[in-house]
């Protein structure tokens, strides 16, 4: 599961991730320049100061920011590391909001530190950063880091087309794996923050601002899930990824994957939650079983230029050739406040566990009473009573393994959710009423498999010698596949 490093937009979720902090008050970064709360770019203008009903006054002069970026951290450390980039690169490099790197643009512009993290490339057309990290790939040459920031057009954001970015997506994705470098390489492929779409992040223990205007604790971060890509030779198989991770993951990583080369770094700005809280990655990676060929992505059409300037114009001829059918009509005055913040209570399921040993599956018996197995499918999603749902026993605790474990097998289509009954799995490994159920353990052991631990007892779901689960002393170890019908 990944997150957003902050529940905010745009540019906190770009300097958490390139600095590994937005300067919350009590957190490392010794600092009176922030949070960073907003997109605001002009020195004074993110300046806040509130007075609350007690006198306290809390200030807030943010922009620009002084503390460390990543690329600094990996500098100092001597690792090779670029920003690849074109003119129109949506203002979304966050370098040129520190002071740092503002003074370097203003002082020493063609070094080549400046180059690194805030050059140009490609003259003024949009394809530059692209044909240099493409031509890079090619050669071997890319720098042991490197961030590749595309135009606004190519972004998914509105107005602009999720195909276009799809088309960015894969020239990326072909470059990496047709690369000489292919099998020394990893891709990650993230987005800053969700653009709006719902979701219902718990509030993190570890990070808490005031609110400036209430004087009352609001969760920072992490925030809404997004997606998350990781395209490499120890990925391969469609996995999905299930540990809690947000933007500063991908620092984490770095840090481990630079100590194993001899280079190590810690980014000091990240504080002690986060790392207790958030993954490091390491165990996305399945380093003894790589998978060296390369990945085919479908066909995506490249997107729409303007014949005449060459520029991108998605969006504007997405417009023409729909026009009339593009905007929703918005129903001003016909809403409520009441019905225009209604929020569904419960949960919707998008994805079952297939929870898999020894080509045989956990299943809901044919009775409907016990837990049994049957045959494994190359597909995972055949079958509804190898389908279960995990709840967690405190979902305010995000990196806890406590669940309760409930059949899925009566939910055969989305639309049977609502009615669908969902039987809970006892101490006894038999199916009933949630107040009977038990409390498991799911235990990630490494190398891609997981153990399941009846709390109470300490015993662990086993499959004994004809096949049926059991509860032993002896740990299984069970693939778990995340899927969805």
């Not at 990945?295 to 023409?320: I, R």
């Not at 305010?396 to 055969?412: G, L, P």
Request: aromatic share 10%; charged share 15%; hydrophobic share 35%.
């Amino acid at each position: 599961m990944y997150q957003q490093g902050v529940i905010a937009s745009t540019n906190p979720n770009r300097v958490i991730w390139q600095s590994g902090s937005i300067a919350i008050p009590g957190g490392n970064v010794n600092t009176t320049q922030g949070p960073v709360l907003d997109n605001n770019e002009t020195p004074g203008c993110s300046s806040l100061t509130q007075r609350l009903e007690n006198g306290t006054e809390l200030s807030s002069p943010n922009f620009p920011y002084n503390w460390q970026t990543l690329p600094e951290f990996l500098q100092d450390a001597g690792i090779t590391w670029k920003e690849f980039q074109a003119v129109d690169n949506f203002d979304d490099n966050p370098l040129p909001y520190f002071d740092f790197w503002r003074n370097l643009a203003d002082d020493n512009a063609t070094s080549e530190l400046a180059q690194q993290g805030l050059g140009m490339n490609g003259g003024g057309n949009w394809q530059g950063g692209l044909d240099l990290l493409k031509k890079q790939a090619a050669e071997g040459t890319l720098p042991a880091v490197s961030f590749y920031i595309g135009p606004a057009e190519l972004s998914e954001h509105p107005p602009f087309r999720p195909i276009d970015g799809a088309w960015l997506q894969k020239e990326v994705v072909d470059a990496i794996v047709n690369s000489p470098k292919y099998n020394k390489t990893i891709l990650i492929i993230s987005f800053d923050e969700t653009g709006g779409w719902g979701d219902q992040p718990k509030g993190t223990p570890g990070e808490w601002i005031t609110n400036p205007f209430t004087g009352e604790l609001a969760p920072s971060g992490p925030g809404f899930r997004l997606p998350f890509t990781v395209v490499s030779p120890w990925t391969r198989g469609g996995i999905v990824f299930t540990e809690p991770s947000d933007h500063i993951s991908q620092t984490l990583f770095l840090e481990k994957w630079a100590a194993a080369r001899g280079t190590p770094f810690k980014n000091t700005n990240i504080n002690d939650w986060r790392r207790e809280h958030m993954s490091n990655l390491v165990n996305l990676f399945d380093f003894e079983h790589p998978d060296y060929t390369a990945a085919a992505l479908p066909d995506t059409p490249p997107p729409h230029t303007d014949p005449l300037t060459s520029l991108l114009d998605g969006d504007v001829f997405c417009e023409q050739a729909f026009a009339g059918f593009v905007d929703a009509p918005i129903p001003y005055g016909q809403q409520t406040e009441a019905n225009s913040l209604f929020t569904e209570t419960g949960f919707k399921t998008g994805r079952y566990l297939v929870i898999e040993s020894s080509n045989k599956n956990l299943a809901l018996a044919s009775k409907r009473t016990a837990l049994s197995t049957s045959a494994s499918t190359s597909d995972k999603i055949i079958t509804p009573s190898q389908r279960f749902i995990i709840h967690a026993t405190d979902p305010q605790v995000i990196s806890q393994n406590s669940f309760r474990i409930a059949s899925a097998a009566s939910i055969t289509d989305a639309t049977a959710i609502a009615n669908a009954t969902t039987p809970f799995l006892s101490d006894k490994l038999l199916f009933g009423s949630v107040n009977s159920s038990a409390v498991f353990n799911i235990t990630y052991e490494g190398g891609g498999v997981y153990n399941i631990m009846e709390s109470g007892s300490g015993l662990f779901i086993s499959l004994g010698n004809n096949g049926a689960p059991t509860l032993s002393r002896n740990a299984e170890s069970f693939n778990i596949f995340s899927v969805s019908f």
